[in-house]
């Protein structure tokens, strides 16, 4: 069945019904010409990671269709993946590099750029040592580029200060992954939604951020044994709506939340006492935590009622098969990572894991987040190693020919709220920023703008388009994006899909794998013997090459090929000599990834952070065990006051993507949400005296923003901001959510917590407002029409 829909206005398209067998193909596409051949892709503008074709004409893409055969999509594409692509034809790509001259930029030829980031690299490295250089990178690269920029900082340079601006949007999936089950890697496969009888969704509006993931939970909904809903969110997203139980707990409150679920399930001995002897280690301690949060206090503290949460707890404790999901309610909240720990707790305690229908996504914000955890780019060591474990350092010096010494792992890696810190404070003198736009999704940006703009800093930006970021460089390299080069993507359930380039990138713009590889050379980074560090031209070099690092480790992938990659479907990993196919499914035997010897990490406390040592470890060893961790309850701190009476949230909108750097250049995305707004619920809008399209002033402590009102669809005293909107194509008012956000992180994750602040609104005195109205208007037509699409 061919889909040529308005995905703008009809966001999930015709159901096709089904359970427990092969999800029917429906295959979406949108072109303007017809192409005169097709290249295969996968999509980049989310994490779901659904296989495409990209259909070219005269060099330029002219449309896309999703891959029937890909197990991911069955065909199937999101409004951003069929409209996103509009963005590689914008007239206003970065073509050429530009150096800041006299205190403006101006356009220079590439070996200026590249000669002068040289100089001030090896001239801070004399002055500083190479702690004086940090990379902050993206969750949109390919993992080739991931990889060869992880082995430049880590063995080339030598820097620990090296992150990505996944720590913003996933670092705590990975956090919570390592905690429970001793290594990152999600442990099921998206075809348990085929057969699940139950799915949890915390803090994650599956129907706008995961669009496609949204469409097969609706096919299940209209099909025989359709599953039952539990969607844990302050707010009455389009998931919410849709939901056999929905708890809307109060900002903050997770962990209450999440202990009383686990609580009602063990007093009821719904659990599986076998399971939870033979393959986990912690549930005596666990029970006891959980077990002062009965109903009526888990009411008292988060506001869910207490016959809803026993409701959602009987459903979860009788279920035969389960998926639950988590992301940014989770992760940019207070006790982030503790709480994505529970959520693995009620499948361990259930013994529901490693099966067909048993799955847990601890989910993923980008596209590429799961490749930066992998290879290397981001705090983490390739081939999920452990920063710990001297082995591990050795098998990395081996592969990569260099000392052990020279990778640092003295200290834990920098996070990236350190980075930026250690920039504030002058102690980096040279920040390299790669396809990303922290002056926009960063917290407290006031303060942001000032540090990237501090004059002994020396700050490169690689992009494809002009940034609110961009605008403080010293030195912009224009990148190539998807479609214009070649690549490899990982998507949450461990899904390898190639993307092949397409089309030519714009003037001299170059990919960043070219661009990385360009630095290297010149900066003469070698190995032990004198030779290239980075000793490959090509992506497919690269990717051999990365093959090799994950060897015996859980993301294996020596059993694939760009080849084996491009015959349809993507390939889950591990895909090795045992799986040579992928394996949908980890820890099937019961068996964990937390030996001694084997783990990625040595465990933190969960409430202050500390990191255990290799010899407390080893005290405890759990040979193979999942862990059962829980917490006691901790306030956010912040809390709204007198001065500053409500709570702030923010999140994502269906149609845009981070700063919107691509969404907001392709023009149906941007004519869909054109605008920012603040949600607020009808009881504090006639509080106020407020009413929809008004202009709102919102202040906190940190700064003030003004935002359209939008009426409705929240719960009182909770007001949010979408935080996709910054400056570069609208500076008429103070819009951007983050404006206001704190500077405050998870102490394990070292995620920040985007999800709460206290502020206060009134209607701005200058209350003209006639554009953001019209397009709030055509927004809430939008959105109310989807609703009604799905019987909502």
């Known amino acids: 069945m061919k889909q040529t829909r308005d995905s703008i206005a009809d966001i999930w398209g015709e159901r096709t019904p089904y359970y427990n067998e092969q999800w029917p193909e429906r295959l979406d596409e949108r072109v303007t010409e017809e192409p005169d051949h097709w290249v295969q892709a996968a999509c980049v503008l989310c994490s ?20 029937g055969v890909d197990a991911v999509n069955r065909g199937r594409l999101g409004p951003k993946g069929l409209h996103g692509w509009i963005a590689n034809h914008s007239p206003d790509r970065l073509t050429k590099p530009m150096i800041r001259r006299g205190g403006q930029l101006q356009e220079a030829s590439w070996d200026e750029a590249m000669d002068l980031i040289v100089q001030k690299s090896k001239e801070i490295i004399d002055k500083h040592t190479s702690l004086g250089i940090g990379f902050y990178t993206s969750g949109q690269l390919f993992l080739e580029e991931y990889y060869t920029l992880g082995i430049i900082g880590k063995a080339g340079l030598g820097t620990p200060h090296m992150d990505g601006n996944t720590r913003l949007c996933t670092a705590t999936s990975a956090a ?38 949204w469409m097969r939970i609706l096919d299940r909904l209209e099909g025989p044994n359709p599953p039952k809903l539990i969607v844990i969110d302050p707010r009455e997203t389009y998931t919410a709506k849709k939901a056999t139980v929905h708890l809307a707990p109060r900002v903050g409150t997770n962990i209450p939340v999440l202990n009383g679920l686990l609580n009602i399930i063990i007093k009821e001995g719904l659990i599986d006492h076998n399971y939870i002897n033979a393959h986990t280690v912690g549930f005596e301690e666990l029970k006891a935590i959980v077990s002062k949060w009965n109903p009526r206090l888990v009411e008292e503290v988060s506001g869910v009622p207490a016959h809803k949460l026993r409701e959602a707890a009987l459903l979860l404790g009788s279920t035969k098969t389960l998926v639950s999901t988590a992301l940014q309610g989770v992760y940019q909240s207070m006790q982030a990572t503790a709480s994505a720990v529970q959520v693995n707790n009620i ?26 955890r992998e290879t290397g780019a981001d705090g983490d060591l390739p081939g999920f190693r452990n920063w710990g474990n001297k082995e591990h350092i050795n098998e990395l010096a081996k592969l990569w020919n260099v000392e052990p010494d020279t990778i640092p792992h003295w200290a834990p890696p920098t996070h990236a709220m350190q980075i930026m810190r250690f920039c504030e404070t002058g102690a980096i003198k040279m920040l390299w920023i790669s396809a990303t736009n922290p002056a926009v999704s960063m917290p407290n940006l006031g303060r942001m703008r000032k540090l990237l703009a501090k004059e002994d800093l020396f700050v490169v930006v690689q ?3 002009k940034t609110e970021t961009t605008q403080l460089a010293d030195v912009v390299l224009p990148a190539a994006i998807w479609g214009e080069k070649t690549g490899c993507t990982t998507n949450v359930d461990r899904t390898v899909h190639i993307c092949h380039k397409a089309i030519e990138p714009p003037g001299e713009a170059r990919a960043d794998l070219d661009i990385f590889i360009d630095y290297a050379r010149r900066m003469d980074l070698k190995d032990k013997d004198g030779n290239p560090l980075i000793k490959w031209n090509t992506p497919e070099e690269a990717f051999e090459a990365w093959k090799e690092c994950t060897r015996g480790r859980p993301c294996d992938y020596t059993g694939m090929s760009y080849a084996k990659l491009s015959e349809g479907s993507g390939i889950q990993w591990p895909c090795n000599e045992k799986y040579p196919n992928g394996t949908p499914h980890l820890y099937t035997d019961g068996v964990f990834a937390t030996a001694a010897d084997y783990c990625e990490s040595y465990g933190h406390d969960l409430e202050t952070g500390a990191a255990q040592t290799p010899d407390e470890y080893k005290l405890i060893d759990p040979k193979g065990k999942a862990f059962l961790k829980s917490v006691d309850y901790q306030p956010p701190h912040e809390e709204p006051d007198e001065e500053y009476p409500l709570w702030l949230t923010t999140g994502r909108l269906v149609y845009h993507f981070h700063t919107r750097t691509k969404t907001g250049r392709a023009k149906e995305l941007q004519n869909a949400a054109p605008d920012s707004y603040v949600q607020l619920s009808a009881e504090d809008a006639a509080k106020y005296d407020i009413e929809d399209g008004d202009m709102v002033e919102i202040s906190s402590r940190r700064g003030t923003v003004f935002q359209p009102a939008m009426v409705g669809l929240i719960e009182p005293g909770l007001i949010f901001i979408p935080f996709h909107y910054g400056y570069w194509d609208n500076d008429n008012r103070s819009r951007a959510a983050n404006e206001l956000t704190l500077t405050e992180w998870d102490p ?6 985007f999800k709460y602040a206290a502020v206060r609104i009134r209607k701005a005195a200058d209350n003209t407002n006639d554009g953001p109205s019209a397009a709030l208007a055509h927004m809430e037509a939008v959105i109310d029409h989807n609703f009604k699409m799905e019987g909502a």
């Open 48 to 67: 779901t990671g659904c296989g495409m074709d990209i259909g070219v004409k005269d060099g330029k893409i002219v449309g896309v269709r999703g891959r």
């Open 463 to 465: 992009d494809a388009f």
């Open 176 to 213: 919570a992954l390592k905690v429970t089950f001793g290594s990152d890697g999600q442990p099921g496969s998206y075809t348990d939604l085929d057969s699940a009888e139950v799915i949890m969704h915390v803090g994650h509006n599956t129907a706008s951020q995961h669009t496609v993931l």
């Open 748 to 753: 394990v994750s070292k995620q920040p917590h």
């Open 347 to 372: 499948h361990l305690i259930r013994g529901l894991i490693g099966k067909p229908g048993c799955g847990i996504y601890q989910m993923n914000g980008q596209p590429t987040a799961q490749n930066t």
